[in-house]
């Protein structure tokens, strides 16, 4: 399809655009091909027909465009594209003008980064039409057959689309710089529900061309704020509603729903708790989707329509933290982005010190000490672990995956660094700065540098900075300045731990019976490792941890008996990792099982027998592990 010095053309500007971000702030992003330093896209009218025998949405996104000053005339619109089926483009010069077809081209295709579409549009061009098809294969997308469901009746669709993965979905400038307003039309069949990230959903007519079908049904979305193409989420399923206050409620599977509902009973509370420390909240409503279980995180900041793992719902409100970090997405993150994934930690350890300061003041001051003294541990398992590049808050991802900087760094440091600097300054002070921040940056998308800046000027208000800045956010480890969390009753938990492992107490002389989760994940991360399969038995017998339906127990559990060699517990760690697939719990216990012997054959017959209930997310996460050699032992 292409000459000799295309080819040539697009080589060197794969291989120039990973200086870009470094080099100018207003050019794209490293895991972008688009160029919107040239040509930006501003709103999509979106319009795609959901079929679930092949596994494709069909449809058309029309974009509509501006040209930035100084853009040469000749300039093309250059969108991000992964597996996708362009079936024609056409550009529209003014309002009401006809669409006339214009050429475009399809890149060389990069492993990470997929294939540039290339459109030649006429310099008066405002509006870009691409008709197209996703493929069976979309990593934004996973088709869950109705035995991978709650109800096993019906079929079940969601996306995922951070960080790369919208250019599986969509043709866009798939850069979280790049924010765009967007109207969307989702055809699905008819007795499904589709709903959407957007105000809606809401009944609406077929799209253009297409005849009635008494078998699908038109559902309109309209999401009014400009937000980056990772933001954009839709799912389709057998699911309700049920409201949970004046601006939230939960959609669900009819047979998760009522669980869901008494988990999530706390939002409305934990919303005006969010909205007195961080100002007001701008999306409208706020309401959680529970997904199936194959869905490979805690939960996705999706704007107006959160998307959760079933995993949380544990019956006791005990992991109403994740919602808290959800929640607080709505500001750190959606309202203010990182502007590229380099700049993760701006959207995550921002978004913990938010979750800990709302849980704080819906649930106490203690419980979110215990969940910060919980995030050290993490974060020091994965100082212990990773290597130096990826100790860094601000890293080079540079021609790296960006789903790998999903690790601890960027939540539990970026995190402690906020408190570090409330430690120092006071937090009211912190707090201040922080409203004015989410004020300053308002549907904008910044860097670490433009971060820096505004910390310098506001909080350190041209002063010595309190904290060692570099160490902070440029350099591996964890800084000599860090402010350690504590929690009195996390040190009763440690010391019962060590007496049960000295023989002093018996495990039926531990009073567990008020014990929440938080609790039981630090007493078990408290015990040695050195901790043999006797031991882990003698725990067993008295408080059945291996048949724990807490998914958070039973996967710290699980890791500890692979490690301890305890085999009364491998039925119901094959059962857990076939029937779970947030990346949080599968990629732990892979690894366990990858430094035992005998561990390797386990964990690939394992993963063969369960890949197919994993989202692709965590398929390749997954390989990418199993592929590489184990430690020496």
């Not at 007795?191 to 959407?196: D, E, F, Q, R, S």
Request: proline share 8%; net charge negative.
């Amino acid at each position: 399809m292409f000459g000799r010095p295309w080819c040539a053309a697009m080589v060197g500007f794969i291989g120039i655009a990973a200086n870009w971000a470094a080099a100018d702030p207003n050019r794209p992003d490293p895991h972008s091909l688009s160029r919107p330093d040239q040509v930006r896209v501003t709103h999509l009218d979106w319009s795609m027909t959901v079929d679930f025998q092949t596994r494709t949405l069909r449809g058309s996104a029309s974009w509509h465009i501006v040209r930035e000053p100084g853009c040469p005339p000749e300039a093309p619109l250059i969108l991000d594209t992964r597996g996708l089926r362009i079936r024609e483009v056409r550009a529209i010069a003014a309002a009401g003008a006809a669409p006339r077809t214009v050429p475009y081209r399809l890149g060389p295709v990069d492993p990470l980064l997929g294939a540039p579409l290339v459109i030649e549009i006429p310099a008066d061009t405002t509006t870009v039409v691409v008709a197209y098809e996703t493929s069976p294969e979309a990593s934004a997308l996973q088709w869950v057959a109705p035995e991978g469901t709650a109800g096993k009746r019906h079929p079940f669709l969601y996306s995922q689309c951070q960080a790369i993965h919208a250019r599986s979905l969509l043709p866009c400038q798939d850069s979280p710089r790049v924010r765009f307003t967007y109207e969307a039309t989702l055809v699905a069949p008819a007795h499904l529900k589709a709903v959407m990230a957007a105000e809606g959903p809401r009944p609406g007519p077929r799209p253009e061309g297409r005849d009635a079908d008494d078998r699908e049904a038109a559902h309109q979305f309209v999401m009014e704020h400009p937000i980056p193409s990772y933001l954009v989420a839709l799912a389709v399923g057998d699911l309700e509603f049920r409201s949970l206050g004046e601006r939230t409620g939960v959609w669900a599977e009819p047979a998760t729903l009522e669980r869901a509902a008494f988990e999530f009973a706390d939002v409305e509370a934990m919303l005006a708790a969010a909205e007195r420390r961080f100002g007001p909240y701008r999306w409208g409503r706020y309401d959680i989707l529970v997904l199936p279980p194959s869905f490979p995180y805690g939960g996705m900041e999706n704007p107006r329509l959160t998307f959760a793992t079933p995993t949380v719902l544990a019956g006791d409100r005990s992991q109403v933290a994740l919602i808290a970090h959800e929640l607080a997405h709505s500001w750190s993150g959606n309202l203010v982005t990182n502007a590229t994934w380099a700049d993760f930690w701006l959207n995550e350890g921002f978004t913990v010190y938010l979750e800990r300061r709302i849980v704080a003041d819906v649930f106490g001051e203690r419980r979110a000490a215990m969940e910060s003294v919980l995030g050290l541990g993490e974060l020091e398992d994965a100082l212990a672990k990773l290597p130096p590049r990826d100790q860094i808050l601000n890293p080079d991802l540079t021609g790296r995956d960006p789903d790998e900087s999903v690790t601890p760094i960027a939540y539990e440091k970026g995190a402690l660094f906020l408190e570090t600097l409330a430690a120092r300054l006071g937090r009211d002070r912190v707090q201040a700065f922080l409203k004015n921040y989410f004020d300053q940056f308002a549907f904008r998308s910044i860097t670490t540098a433009q971060f820096e800046d505004y910390l310098r000027a506001e909080l350190f208000r041209g002063g010595p900075p309190p904290v060692d800045l570099q160490a902070w956010i440029h350099q591996p480890g964890l800084p000599a300045d860090a402010a350690r969390p504590a929690s009195a009753r996390f040190d009763q938990i440690a010391a019962l731990a060590r007496r049960w492992f000295t023989g002093e107490l018996d495990a039926a002389q531990l009073d567990t019976a008020d014990w929440t989760t938080l609790e039981w994940l630090h007493f078990l991360r408290s015990l040695p490792p050195e901790l043999n399969a006797e031991q882990m038995a003698a725990l067993d017998s008295v408080f059945r941890l291996t048949e724990s339906g807490n998914a958070e127990i039973a996967c710290q559990w699980l890791e500890m008996a692979i490690r301890a060699g305890y085999r009364a517990a491998d039925g119901r760690l094959e059962e857990f990792l076939s029937s779970v697939g947030r990346r949080k719990f599968l990629m732990p216990l892979y690894e366990a099982l990858l430094t035992v012997p005998g561990g390797r054959e386990r964990a690939e017959r394992i993963f063969e027998q369960a890949r197919a209930g994993y989202h692709p997310i965590a398929v390749e996460s997954i390989q990418k592990r199993i592929a590489q050699p184990s430690p020496p032992s």
